[in-house]
């Protein structure tokens, strides 16, 4: 990252990001693979990413490249490799100013419902955040847009140009709409990506993403076994839309709780190194 005057909002949020990393790797939201940005308090038209690395191993502000926005590009052109697939953050950043927060998971409990065409339901009511339909963007749609030419490049289904990109941040819109109405979109035979207006609350939605789909599984199963011992109704029971919105307000009002304990879980594990949390107790 660049060194320049800072916001004490910046120095946090780069706090809370190096930390949301640890977060997300000790709740198995990512593993090697996975990727959590935070856009910039002091310049909304630039975001912080970790540089190519697992996100347990990202400890201090020289791991965190700054991004342009508006296209992806590094601030600083001496920054070192970074992810191929940074347009998710940048597209969603430049179509929704309410976004802060961006999160890209491809979690295990999760990948069963971007390959298995089952929609993912709210289970319970921390998960009201998920809404009653939760949208899945499947990128052969973009590859069928490109020309026969275009169609011969590498289709690794990595997001990894601003159409891509782009294709993906419209899906967290309602048809016609330009706000943005979902929290988390589903990515056929990929993974999801979770948003949020604060690293807080999309640590939050991403963690909880992945134990809707957990418990949801389950519940599939046990109703799956409840039809075999002859019960007439064999679908779980999901949140209805007005329990899902009503919930939603719930989750975002008691999330500062299992951040809390998020945080300790991961300072105590000595996997995890946050140099800038150090650097604050130390501060005069
Ligand atoms: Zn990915």
Redesign the pocket.
């Known amino acids: 990252m660049t060194e320049k005057q800072q916001s004490e909002a910046y120095r946090t949020a780069v706090r809370q990001l190096i930390t949301a990393n640890h977060i997300l790797h000790y709740h198995k939201v990512v593993d090697a ?2 990727h959590v940005s935070v856009r910039s308090p002091d310049d909304a038209e630039v975001y912080i990413l970790s540089g190519n690395r697992a996100p347990a191993l990202v400890s201090s502000a020289t791991d965190l490249i700054e991004y342009r926005v508006s296209d992806s590009s590094p601030v600083d052109h001496s920054a070192g490799s970074g992810f191929l ?1 940074r347009f ?1 953050h940048s597209e969603i950043y430049k179509r929704f100013p309410e976004v802060n927060c961006v999160i ?3 979690a295990e409990a999760v990948l069963p419902y971007v390959a298995g065409n089952v929609e993912m339901k709210p289970t319970f009511h921390i998960a009201g955040f998920l809404g009653t339909k939760v949208p899945v963007y499947n990128i052969a749609t973009s590859y069928e847009k490109m020309s026969s030419y275009e169609k011969e490049v590498q289709q690794d ?3 990894s140009n601003d159409q891509y990109g782009f294709d993906l941040a419209n899906h967290f819109s309602k048809r016609g709409s330009w706000s943005c109405d979902h929290n988390v979109v589903l ?1 056929t035979n ?2 999801f990506t979770a948003v949020g207006s604060s690293i807080k609350q999309s640590v939050y939605r991403a963690v909880y993403t992945c134990v809707n789909a957990d418990v949801q599984t389950k519940a599939m199963m046990i109703s799956s076994a409840r039809a075999s011992q002859g019960a007439s109704r064999s679908e779980p029971v999901y949140l209805t839309e007005k329990q899902a919105r009503g919930c939603q307000k719930m989750n975002d009002a008691t999330m500062d709780r299992p951040w809390g304990l998020w945080e300790r879980e991961v300072e105590v594990c000595p996997l995890y190194r946050n140099d800038e949390l150090e650097s604050k107790t130390s501060a005069p």
């Open positions: 693979y996975g697939e998710i890209h998971s491809h289904m990595l997001i990515m990929h993974g």
